[in-house]
């Protein structure tokens, strides 16, 4: 069974960086695909990024793209995501994801989730 533990949440002010990590267990890692999700209160789970098996195929959002990038540690077992000039809008309880398959943006494709963690940025 897919364990996956977010950490690096937290308050953070506007224009500021701060990386998250998701620390995968019970598989092997470098046999899936990687997502980062979030979901703001009262909206739908969106799209962040993906990252392919061996990180040679990644796939940035819209709404982040330019400002944030996603990469993994096949060897820490860890997918991490770098979140630059961060806005108030933001803010959402962020979700790391596993696949066994390609890269995908729909959160109903990927079969493990983790708990989320909580990214606030103050304006």
């Known amino acids: 069974q897919v364990q996956l533990v977010e950490s690096g949440g937290g308050l953070v002010q506007a224009g500021g960086s701060q990386r998250l990590s998701c620390a995968f267990s019970?598989?092997?890692?470098?046999?899936?695909?990687m997502g980062w999700f979030r979901q703001a209160p009262g909206k739908e789970r969106e799209f962040v990024a993906a990252?392919?098996?061996?990180?040679?195929?990644?796939y940035i959002g819209n709404s982040v793209k330019g400002r944030f990038t996603i990469s993994r540690h096949n060897a820490k077992n860890t997918v991490y995501l770098q979140m630059n000039s961060l806005k108030p809008e933001d803010t959402a309880v962020y979700y790391c994801?596993?696949?066994?398959?390609?890269?995908?943006?729909?959160?109903?494709?990927?079969?493990?989730w983790g708990q989320g963690t909580q990214v606030t940025v103050s304006s």
């Open positions: 994801a596993a696949r066994r398959s390609g890269v995908h943006s729909s959160p109903s494709e990927y079969d493990y």
């Open positions: 990252i392919n098996w061996n990180g040679d195929s990644t």
């Open positions: 019970g598989r092997t890692f470098s046999s899936y695909t």
